[in-house]
């Protein structure tokens, strides 16, 4: 008895030293769930956004083999996400959710077995009310710890839990229930919270899940990706490793937008922090979309271990500046034309937190190329109509 405790001493003395650091960033998170998911935003897919109500398990286990055989999970797209319509509109005489017959006739814990297999990781969709946006299936009011158990037992890795169909409750109510479910499930689940922004998710989310949707749906067009960006960047302030704003997933690939205003999209998105869920046919990619969704050094800056959200800077007019530091005194910075004619934007070092007579270098991350003059006080671009520019800035000696 004596040297068991004892050894259990030592034992708690070894695990301490070991994960001193991750105790320490347990407590800056003040996460409930302390799952140690989402220290850079999540990256992957996810089935709504093309396809809606229309998805089966042949097309997921297709989207996965997709997702390895293009190199996108080598990027880091590794969430494979079913929205909703997955489920029966029944529960079982035992109240458990049952994969629609139809769709998912191999259950979901085949499909998990496969997703991992394929070195990647699987993500469900539930509702924090009776039913789910779709009403073709139920939500999980009331069922919290039911249904967090089954979606551990069937392995999967990524929660969204959307908010419709409710009981007229908060979701400040509603949310924990779910949080405090997964909990207790045995398995870190990434808990994605999508209340669309309604009660100011970002002030409490990071207490309850590792996103918060801070936005009502996105559509694929140039407006209402604009204002998402911009309802999402309010709450810079409030995402940190753990815990992410989210201005809702990709459309980069969906046909509604020129490449350019997807190259914006994308690093609005990138620059902001947010999730990289790709909403597109990832089977079936063209040439554009590809090079827009694979770019490494605009990837880099969403996946930057600093976790800094992107806060606009400077407006004039239609002209934006976007800037948010990075790991290694480097800033990211992303000069924005909204309006409908080129224009030349200048950002300067006051704005973008450089100290003011610094020499930067500036790497283009859309050109792949390091610029030759080196800059003081300020760097200006031509930026063309519905476009971007964007940099990362580094001050040389
Ligand atoms: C593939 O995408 C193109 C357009 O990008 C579309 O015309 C075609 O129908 C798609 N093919 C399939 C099988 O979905
Ligand atoms: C940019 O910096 C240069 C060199 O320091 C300076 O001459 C110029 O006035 C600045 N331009 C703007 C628009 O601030």
Redesign the pocket.
């Known amino acids: 008895m004596k040297t068991l405790s004892v050894m259990f001493v030592i034992l708690c003395l070894m695990v301490m030293g070991v994960s001193a650091r991750d105790v320490q960033d347990q407590q800056l998170r003040r996460n409930l769930l302390a799952n140690g998911l989402g220290k850079t935003p999540p990256m992957g897919w996810n089935s709504w956004n093309h396809f809606s109500c229309n998805i089966n398990e042949k097309m997921i286990r297709e989207t996965a083999d997709a997702l390895v055989s293009t190199g996108l999970s080598k990027l880091g797209y590794t969430y494979v996400n079913i929205d909703d319509c997955w489920a029966e509109i029944h529960r079982d005489a035992k109240g458990n959710l049952i994969p629609k017959k139809s769709t998912f006739p191999s259950g979901i814990k085949a499909l998990a077995d496969y997703v991992h297999s394929k070195g990647l990781k699987l993500g469900i969709y539930s509702d924090a009310g009776y039913f789910t946006c779709s009403k073709t299936m139920p939500g999980s009011l009331g069922h919290e710890e039911q249904d967090a158990k089954t979606f551990a037992s069937w392995g999967i890795d990524y929660l969204k839990y959307d908010n419709c169909n409710n009981d007229g409750s908060k979701p400040t109510v509603r949310y924990p229930v779910m949080t405090r479910a997964l909990m207790k499930a045995g398995r870190p689940i990434f808990f994605s919270l999508c209340e669309w922004g309604d009660l100011h998710p970002a002030l409490w989310g990071a207490k309850l899940g590792n996103s918060w949707r801070t936005t009502n749906d996105i559509s694929d067009n140039w407006d209402s990706m604009l204002s998402r960006a911009d309802m999402n960047e309010i709450y810079a302030e409030f995402a940190r490793p753990g815990g992410w704003n989210d201005p809702d997933m990709l459309e980069v690939g969906n046909?509604g937008m020129t490449k350019n205003e997807y190259i914006v999209h994308f690093s609005l998105w990138a620059i902001s922090k947010a999730p990289l869920l790709l909403g597109c046919?990832v089977?079936?990619v063209?040439k554009d979309t590809m090079e827009i969704i694979t770019n490494k050094e605009v990837i880099a800056v969403n996946q930057d271990s600093l976790g800094v959200q992107a806060k606009k800077v400077r407006m004039e007019g239609d002209l934006e500046i976007w800037a948010g530091r990075l790991s290694g005194y480097r800033v990211a910075v992303v000069l924005l034309n909204r309006g409908p004619w080129r224009n030349s934007i200048t950002a300067e070092w006051d704005d973008i937190g450089i100290p003011p007579k610094s020499l930067v270098e500036a790497r283009d991350v859309w050109e792949h190329k390091t610029l030759k003059t080196k800059f003081v006080g300020n760097l200006t671009a031509t930026v063309d109509q519905h476009s971007c520019k964007m940099y990362v800035l580094k001050p040389v000696s």
Request: net charge neutral; glycine share 20%; proline share 0%.
């Open positions: 046909g046919d089977r079936n063209t």
